[in-house]
């Protein structure tokens, strides 16, 4: 059974770059097909999209947040991460990983963390 | 301001069916990208519902069915149980520049 876990710092001051991890276990992340997202959830709000990173070598963000996120792979750990740059308190959410099912054009995710919570203040 | 727009709420007495709409536009669901269902109890992980429009993910009741429609979708929920008290959404892609993916601002469903 796949599980995802995310984990990082929960809190962040203003400015400074939020980092979280997401370890995968069950399955290799580098098994061919497989993509990864991060998305998150503000206090009181909805879902948000972040970013995914696709088996093909292509990665995507939102473009509101595109020039402050970073995402990468860790394979020998089985992990991937998200790094986003200069956080204020618009910021502050739950987080969750998730994985894209194989397949061309799967936008979907099928499998979530259970979600870590961030909150940006001094 | 969610891409995709969902009641913010609506309910049902158990036993009863209900329906959530999600509302896109020509970039999205108009475009005949496929919609997708998630329910999201707080505190815990989301859980895909529904994908593809109307395919349900093993283990997933079949009390539980998603349609679409020019640029609306819908999720239907048939004898309504209490532990169905949730929060849904839709999810899609976007061929504009709001987003590889979107998600519909969330309904939240209260069992009577």
């Known amino acids: 059974q796949l599980q995802l876990q995310e984990s990082g710092p929960g809190l962040v001051k203003p400015s400074e770059t939020l980092s979280l991890t997401c370890t995968v276990s069950?399955?290799?992340?580098?098994?061919?097909?497989?993509?990864w997202g991060w998305i998150r959830q503000p206090p009181g709000k909805g879902l948000e999209w972040i970013g995914s990173?696709?088996?093909?070598?292509?990665?995507y963000y939102i473009p509101s947040l595109k020039s402050r996120v970073t995402m990468s792979v860790d394979t020998s750990k089985n992990q991937f991460s998200l790094k986003l740059s200069s956080v204020t308190a618009a910021d502050t959410a739950v987080y969750y990983c998730?994985?894209?099912?194989?397949?061309?054009?799967?936008?979907?995710?099928?499998?979530w963390g259970q979600g870590t919570l961030v909150i940006v203040s001094s | 301001q969610s891409v995709l727009t969902q009641p913010p709420s609506v309910s049902g007495a158990p036993g009863q069916r209900v329906t959530i709409s999600c509302t896109g536009s020509?970039?999205?669901?108009?475009?005949?990208?496929?919609v997708h269902w998630y329910q999201h109890l707080p505190g815990t992980a989301p859980k895909l519902l529904i994908y593809?429009?109307?395919n349900r993910p093993s283990g997933v009741p079949d009390r539980f069915s998603g349609s679409k429609s020019g640029t609306s979708a819908s999720l239907a929920i048939t004898g309504l149980q209490a532990e169905d008290e949730a929060d849904y959404y839709c999810q899609s892609y976007d061929s504009s520049l709001s987003g590889f993916v979107v998600f519909g601002g969330g309904t939240k469903l209260t069992v009577l």
């Open positions: 990173f696709y088996y093909s070598g292509n990665t």
């Open positions: 069950g399955d290799s992340i580098s098994s061919s097909s497989y993509s």
């Open positions: 998730a994985r894209h099912p194989p397949g061309s054009g799967r936008t979907f995710f099928d499998y």
């Open positions: 593809g429009n109307n």
């Open positions: 020509s970039s999205n669901i108009g475009a005949r990208y496929d």
